[in-house]
């Protein structure tokens, strides 16, 4: 971010000067929308989200079309004896295509809608230059937009900050610091990097996306740089550059870069040579590796000590307690290892919503436990579970597998329009009123003062 910021504008002092781009960058939106090359790719996203709905009409029949299409198509290069390469491409694609109805109706699905949003200005991406979608001086639906929009904006915010108070790899942090002053220090020093991460990340987003607009956009297809062409090849899902016009040059709407990739492709957008990509993605396996690290041992130990060992004492000696804590670990990794192989999400949300449960089950006992003392134990499993459940609840209502099997057991709507991902606010709030209750009610009652009796 600091290389793109001097690149760009001479200092690499990226969150105080990257404001100086949203003027150039709404420039150059308004520019792209009357371009007369990208309203033709809206079109061509769009025939092509209106034939994945045409085929949704018969999915039987559509693919049965599909496969015939596909087998002709090989056997009219094999007798042409085309190049092994188009014969080779073409078998690729019959073969890829879905193999029953099930899975064909859940692909095209997905391939209507990602065309559809593809079939709007700018790749359905709003205006950088406004701060939310919609518009609060538009039409009743726009101004709709603009609400939620800004609620979930608000509601997310609050999620990231909370639960990063309440992320236990972090509070087990400064349990390891020697002394008060040393964990303070840690505090403060963990604060400032916190807070430089959160103000970097809307620089990123302004000067990558200057970046592409200034010299990818427009550019022939014959002249794309080399490192464009080996992520797309790495997973073509999360960049890809398709000339669905047809005019050889670059359009912004033709182009996907992922969020996933934003991070390892900068680098390389910016003009750095190959190895700091290895460089940024060396850097994420090991903040990922040192997070996965505190959190299976707080896991693990807190199973095995808090639980097993304290919960209901048992007869095990530390050599013991050592050992099944590390069996603990073992298991919990492959858990998690095996919940991750499935992808049931996007990082992104995946990550949004540790915040949240960790910002719900945390945070307000630890609150109410260093700032009142009336706060009990029955209060506090209290407040930590129904906090925990709510959030849990309210991101598991909306996943679409659950909801085939188990619709009635999940809320219909989402609640005030917010998002799964921001579950913590409401799942705070609850933990919080439940522990103040339960405290109130186990409290146990003062002591009588004895009064001596006088004959």
Not at 10 to 25: E, F, R, S, T
Not at 83 to 93: F, H, N, Y
Not at 233 to 249: C, I, K, M, P
Not at 380 to 400: D, K, N
């Amino acid at each position: 971010v600091s290389w793109l910021a001097y690149k760009q504008l001479g200092n690499p002092m990226a969150p105080l000067v990257y404001g100086a781009q949203l003027g150039k960058i709404a420039d150059m939106e308004e520019r792209l929308l009357d371009s007369p090359a990208e309203h033709q790719v809206v079109v061509a996203y769009l025939r092509r989200a209106q034939d994945f709905e045409a085929r949704l009409q018969d999915v039987e029949g559509a693919l049965e079309r599909e496969r015939q299409k596909a087998r002709e198509r090989v056997r009219a290069l094999r007798d042409q004896n085309a190049d092994v390469g188009l014969i080779v491409s073409a078998s690729r694609e019959l073969v890829s295509l879905p193999r029953d109805a099930a899975s064909a109706r859940e692909r095209w699905t997905r391939e209507m809608r990602e065309n559809y949003e593809r079939a709007r200005p700018l790749g359905g991406l709003p205006l950088h230059s406004q701060a939310f979608a919609g518009d609060p001086n538009g039409s009743p639906h726009e101004r709709k937009e603009y609400e939620l929009a800004r609620r979930n904006f608000l509601a997310l915010m609050f999620c990231l900050m909370v639960g990063t108070a309440g992320l236990p790899h972090l509070l087990t942090r400064y349990y390891t610091a020697p002394s008060v002053a040393a964990a303070r220090t840690s505090v403060a020093w963990s604060l400032f990097f916190i807070a430089l991460l959160y103000l970097s990340a809307p620089a990123l987003a302004v000067l990558v996306k200057f970046e592409v607009m200034q010299n990818l956009v427009g550019s022939s297809f014959e002249t794309l740089p080399n490192w464009l062409a080996q992520w797309a090849r790495v997973d073509a899902s999360l960049l890809s550059v398709e000339d669905v016009n047809g005019d050889g040059l670059v359009q912004f709407g033709e182009i996907r870069l992922g969020a996933d990739l934003i991070m390892l492709a900068t680098p390389e957008l910016g003009g750095l040579p190959y190895v700091v990509s290895g460089l940024v993605a060396a850097g994420g396996l090991a903040a990922a590796l040192s997070t996965a690290d505190g959190l299976l041992l707080t896991i693990s130990n807190a199973l095995v000590r808090d639980l097993y060992y304290r919960g209901a004492p048992r007869e095990a000696s530390p050599e013991q307690r050592v050992i099944l804590t590390k069996f603990t670990l073992l298991s919990v990794a492959l858990a998690a290892a095996f919940v991750a192989a499935l992808k049931p999400a996007e990082i992104l949300p995946l990550v949004s919503a540790s915040f949240s449960l960790a910002a719900s089950a945390f945070v307000p006992v630890m609150v109410l436990g260093i700032f009142w003392r009336g706060t009990t134990r029955q209060g506090a499993v209290a407040g930590m579970l129904a906090g925990l459940g709510i959030a849990v609840y309210y991101m598991l209502s909306h996943v679409p597998v659950l909801r085939t099997w188990a619709g009635w057991l999940l809320a219909d709507r989402l609640w005030f329009g917010i998002q799964p991902i921001s579950a913590g606010v409401f799942g705070v709030p609850a933990g919080l009123i439940v522990a103040v209750v339960v405290s109130r009610i186990t409290r146990p009652a003062p002591a009588l003062p004895l009064v001596r009796s006088e004959m």
